[in-house]
C-alpha cells in the first residue's frame, strides 16, 4: 500500500496541501461502511445516476483487476475515530455497495439498503458482471476472484482541511484525479466540509427541507418567498436538475445573509473562501430578528413580482441587478422609508429604467447609465456592488 504525504505535484506545479495517496482495499471499505465510518450524504449530492451497465462495467474492471479512478476522500476526526466524507466516488462505492449487499455471508454489507430509499434502485441487488464469457454475481465468485477482489485496491486521496489550504488547490487536485468526474463548484465543496455552518444551516432551512430515508439523504425545496423570489434567476431558472437548483439557491441566499450579518459586500468566492478555511463566516450566526427581517425583505420582493413586468425584467431574472435589489433594501431599510405602495413603485419603474428603451429624465440619465456601466464589468467586486448600490438608492429615491 502506497501512502505519499507532503507537498505533491499538480498540474505541473509543487503546492502544498495536506492530503495522502493512498489505497483502500475492498475488504477495508466493507468494513469502514459497516461501522458507519463512511458517509455518503456530504458527497455533492447527485443522487443515485449511474445505470446498471455502468456498474457492471466498473465491477468487470475491478474483477478483472483493471484499475479505476480514485476516490475523494475528506477526513475528519470522529471521536475515538476517524470518520471518512465521499467528495467523489459515490457512484463507485454504491456500486460496490449493490454489488455486495448482503446475502454473502464472508463479504457483506449490513442493511445496504439504507443507502437507497427509493425501491427502483434496490433492484439492482447482486447485479450480474459478465466477465471471460461468464456471468458471475457476489454468490458464485469463484474463490480465486473472490480473494483478488477483496484484496483489490482502489485509489484513495484523504483530504485533512487547515488553514494552509485554498479551495482552488482542492478543485485542481479533483480535476486532476478524475479528468471524467463531474464539475465541482466551490459551493459543493463547502456544504459537505462545513456542514456544521449554523448561518449554512440557517440559510438552508428558509429554503430547503432534508431527511433521511436509511442514509440516504432526501431534499426537496420548501415553498417559501426567498425560495420562489431565488429560483426566479435566470441562472436558477433554466438549471434542470432538482439538486443542483436547490444549491444555487442555497448559495446566492448565503450571499446574502452574510452580507445581512456583515453589512459589507464580499467576494462569491471569498465567502466561500473563508467558510473552507474555517475563518470569517463560519462561526456567524442570524439572530431571530435578523431572520425575521430577511423573511420580510423577501416577502416584500415576493410581491414586487406579482407585476409580470418586473418577474421578467433584469431586476428579477439576472443576479447582478437582483443581489443589488436585495441589498439595498436591507442596507437602507427602504421597508421602512417608504411605504409597501410607494416602494414597489418605485422598483418598477427602475425596473423600466434598465431596458435601453425607456426614456428617462435627463436628470438621472447619467445615474442609470453610471449603474449599467457598473453591471457590466467585474460584477462581483466589492467596491462596483458598493457603488451600484449607492446608485440604486439615489434612483429610487428620484425615480
Known amino acids: 500500500?502506497?501512502?505519499?504525504?507532503?507537498?505533491?505535484?499538480?498540474?505541473?506545479?509543487?503546492?502544498?496541501?495536506?492530503?495522502?495517496?493512498?489505497?483502500?482495499?475492498?475488504?477495508?471499505?466493507?468494513?469502514?461502511?459497516?461501522?458507519?465510518?463512511?458517509?455518503?450524504?456530504?458527497?455533492?449530492?447527485?443522487?443515485?445516476?449511474?445505470?446498471?451497465?455502468?456498474?457492471?462495467s466498473l465491477l468487470k474492471n475491478i474483477l478483472s483487476k483493471k484499475p479505476i479512478p480514485a476516490i475523494f476522500l475528506y477526513k475528519q476526526e470522529h471521536g475515538s475515530k476517524f470518520s471518512y466524507n465521499i467528495l467523489d466516488g459515490k457512484q463507485r462505492i454504491e456500486s460496490l455497495i449493490l454489488f455486495i449487499a448482503s446475502s454473502n455471508p464472508e463479504l457483506k454489507i449490513n442493511r445496504w439498503e439504507s443507502y437507497f430509499s427509493d425501491p427502483k434502485y434496490r433492484k439492482d441487488e447482486r447485479f450480474k458482471v459478465q466477465l471471460d464469457g461468464s456471468s458471475y454475481s457476489i454468490d458464485n465468485l469463484p474463490d480465486e476472484i473472490m480473494r483478488n477482489f477483496r484484496e483489490y485496491q482502489i485509489p484513495t486521496v484523504e483530504i485533512i482541511m487547515d488553514e494552509n489550504t485554498s479551495i482552488d488547490e482542492i478543485i485542481t487536485l479533483f480535476v486532476d484525479i478524475n479528468q471524467q468526474g463531474v464539475d465541482v463548484t466551490r459551493f459543493q465543496i463547502v456544504k459537505a466540509m462545513c456542514k456544521d455552518s449554523e448561518i449554512l444551516n440557517q440559510s438552508f432551512d428558509m429554503v430547503a427541507l432534508e431527511w433521511k430515508a436509511g442514509k440516504d439523504p432526501i431534499i426537496k425545496l420548501k415553498n417559501t418567498a426567498a425560495s420562489r423570489v431565488i429560483k426566479n434567476l435566470s441562472v436558477i431558472d433554466n438549471t434542470i436538475d432538482k439538486q443542483a437548483k436547490v444549491d444555487k439557491i442555497w448559495e446566492k441566499l448565503t450571499e446574502i445573509l452574510i452580507f445581512s450579518k456583515t453589512g459589507k459586500h464580499v467576494k462569491p468566492s471569498q465567502i466561500l473562501k473563508g467558510f473552507i478555511n474555517k475563518k470569517d463566516f463560519i462561526d456567524k450566526t442570524l439572530t431571530k430578528s435578523e431572520i425575521i427581517k430577511i423573511g420580510h425583505v423577501f416577502k416584500f420582493i415576493d410581491l414586487l413580482y406579482k407585476s409580470k413586468q418586473v418577474k421578467e425584467s433584469p431586476l428579477a431574472r439576472d443576479q447582478t441587478h437582483f443581489y443589488t435589489l436585495v441589498t439595498s433594501i436591507i442596507a437602507e431599510n427602504l421597508l421602512t422609508s417608504y411605504t409597501q405602495e410607494e416602494l414597489i413603485k418605485k422598483c418598477t419603474a427602475f425596473s423600466k429604467a434598465l431596458s435601453s428603451k425607456s426614456t428617462h429624465k435627463t436628470s438621472i440619465q447619467k445615474d442609470i447609465k453610471d449603474y449599467l456601466d457598473l453591471s457590466k464589468r467585474s460584477t462581483a467586486d466589492a467596491d462596483n456592488r458598493s457603488k451600484r448600490q449607492a446608485l440604486f438608492v439615489s434612483l429610487i429615491k428620484s425615480i
Open 1 to 56: 500500500m502506497s501512502n505519499i504525504k507532503g507537498k505533491e505535484l499538480i498540474s505541473g506545479k509543487t503546492k502544498p496541501m495536506n492530503f495522502t495517496n493512498t489505497e483502500m482495499k475492498i475488504d477495508q471499505i466493507v468494513g469502514y461502511l459497516n461501522e458507519n465510518k463512511i458517509d455518503l450524504s456530504p458527497v455533492f449530492q447527485r443522487g443515485h445516476v449511474w445505470k446498471k451497465p455502468l456498474r457492471s
